[in-house]
């Protein structure tokens, strides 16, 4: 039986992890989402995906079972190496990927939601990076993109000390970009998700590459690569009808939002 769920409904598409008790990224959950992703990826009707979990349980990471096993560096660093190339394939993705973050959201179970481009959770949901507790430092990516995204400082404090925070302090630090009531995580997400999907393709693909692009390269190369993304966009007919239909004040017609 599939460890996720898959709903594709007006462009979008809802990945559900279903691992209970506590959605765990084991070696056959990772082999399952790259297989899902891959569909995705091919699908052109999805504009956008959502990841949440079920249950109690966004996801609580790696499977503890199959940390236990690990004995060898090779073991560990092939281990590592299968969650960050399916992590780096969600960060890399040319569609938007949002976490709707359920509930506790730890270990692996963060890092996927890092990976993500958006993060939004219900409010009194956990997050944190608990592998120093194991001995371990987090492997799939945490350890890169954490640092990122709250700055250093208080990354280290996460990882350093295993403590989780609340998603008020996520909120708060920049993990978060919303905290919702339980009850409506999942609408809120979907009209993040149908807001985007109204826009042209070309020009969310090109955000998107000059967002990720950009983090790792320095600010001058950052710029020239976005003013390169802009005057491709320029030259589109969604951009030239988007202008059109803001000077007339009227909805435009973007051949890439119809089908």
């Known amino acids: ?47 956008v995906v959502i990841m949440t979990g079920t249950g109690r349980f966004f996801c609580a990471g790696a499977d503890i ?23 780096n394939r969600i960060e890399r993705s040319d569609k938007p ?15 996927l939601a890092l990976a ?14 608990p592998e120093i507790e194991l001995g371990l430092i987090p492997g799939f990516g945490g350890t890169q993109r ?3 995204i709250v700055g250093p400082s208080k990354a280290a404090e996460m990882i350093l000390t295993g403590k989780s925070v609340s998603a008020e302090e996520g909120l708060r630090i920049g993990l978060l970009s919303r905290v919702v009531p339980p009850q409506e995580l999942i609408t809120q997400v ?29 600010l001058s190369e950052g710029l020239a690569r976005e003013a390169e993304l802009f005057g491709r966009l320029c030259a589109t007919s969604d951009k030239h009808e988007a202008a059109q239909a803001f000077l007339e004040k009227r909805q435009p017609k973007l051949a890439e939002t119809e089908a």
Do not use: W
């Open 1 to 47: 039986m599939p460890h996720q769920l898959l709903t594709i409904s007006h462009h979008v598409a809802r990945i559900t992890l279903h691992n209970p008790p506590a959605n765990v990224l084991n070696l056959s959950v990772i082999k399952e989402l790259d297989l899902v992703l891959s569909e995705l990826e091919e699908d052109e009707y999805v504009r």
């Open 146 to 148: 954490l640092p990122r």
């Open 116 to 129: 993500c481009h958006i993060r939004v959770a219900v409010a009194g949901a956990m997050l944190g990076l």
């Open 190 to 218: 979907e009209a993040i998700a149908a807001s985007m999907t109204m826009h042209g393709k070309t020009a969310v693909e090109a955000a998107l590459h000059a967002i990720r692009g950009g983090i790792d390269i320095p």
């Open 65 to 87: 079972n199959e940390l236990a096993h690990l004995h060898t560096e090779h073991g560990g660093a092939e281990f590592a190496s299968r969650g960050q190339a399916l992590l």
């Open 97 to 111: 990927v949002l976490a709707a973050i359920n509930g506790t959201c730890v270990g692996g179970g963060l890092e």
